[in-house]
């Protein structure tokens, strides 16, 4: 039996001289909500006198300033608004489209970026997956926040059968992967779990340039801090795309070798069940 270490070898193995391809095509995949991301917080406390906080704020935060970021935050709203009912309304097909792009690459075919969008003509079936999923792991995460987080693991594989699968409804996907995963979801989260050390590694650059923008706002240089805003973006997001690249194709590795080769669904269409809410 395969282990993490196994899935990631075979995930860098299938990335090679296609790293840049691989990072480019999860970035349009996360932009279109194609990728289920697992999301961490955290806080940072700075200690500056009140003294200093006022004087940053009067020599700053003018009233034209004022206007400036109430504008650009109305504006930044409704285009977030705007992307969230998109890639909602578009991810279910981008969802298959990105694991068709995986399990090439672990397969060992030729991936393309256009393989992102090579299911849009199964849109129907993909928005019907995205619906489903978040009714069924909203309505588990109702009973307690640990349950939602299992069924999510239950349900991980269910894009990549729609994918695989045309004959199949996104229901039966959905009773699929859990099939697949009975037994396997521990295997997933450990398979997760292994990339958290190259997660906090990615965030060492945005660290850094965040204490640097500290350290000049404490000295009075705030215009220039929030121009360091631009780098911290961009030196946080790069290192987060190629590990997204990396940790996508070990999943599609990890696919591959519960599911078998395309050719083992073939005729295999699960009856249509209720997604497995009331399955315990």
Known sequence: ???????????????????????????????????????NSGSFNINIEDSQIEGIFSDFFTEEVW????????????????????????????????????????????AKFSDLFSRFNRFGAGFCLNLL?????????????????????SYAMSAYVLAENPQMSAKQ????????????????????????????LCIVPTLICVFVTCVLVGIGGTAIAVLLMIPVIVLSLIPTLFLQAYQQAAIAAFYRDIAGSPKSHIGEVPE????GFYDC
């Open 67 to 110: 206007i400036v970021i109430i504008i650009a935050a109305a504006v930044l709203t409704v285009l977030f608004s705007a992307l969230t009912i998109a890639q909602f309304v578009v991810g279910g097909a981008v969802k298959m489209g990105y694991s068709v792009f995986n399990l090439k690459l672990v397969d060992k075919k030729e």
């Open 133 to 153: 999923l978040g009714i069924f792991i909203f309505l588990w995460s109702l009973l307690f926040v640990i349950p939602g987080i299992i069924k999510s693991f």
């Open 173 to 200: 996907a959905i009773t699929k992967s859990r099939w697949l995963m009975d037994g396997n979801k521990w295997r997933l989260f450990c398979l997760n779990f292994s990339f958290i050390g190259w997660g906090l």
């Open 272 to 275: 249509e069940e209720d997604g």
């Open 1 to 39: 039996m395969k282990r993490a270490a196994d899935f990631r070898a075979i995930a860098r193995d299938s990335l090679r001289s296609k790293w840049w391809l691989a990072a480019l095509t999860g970035f349009m995949a996360s932009l279109l909500g194609g990728v289920m991301a697992l999301g």
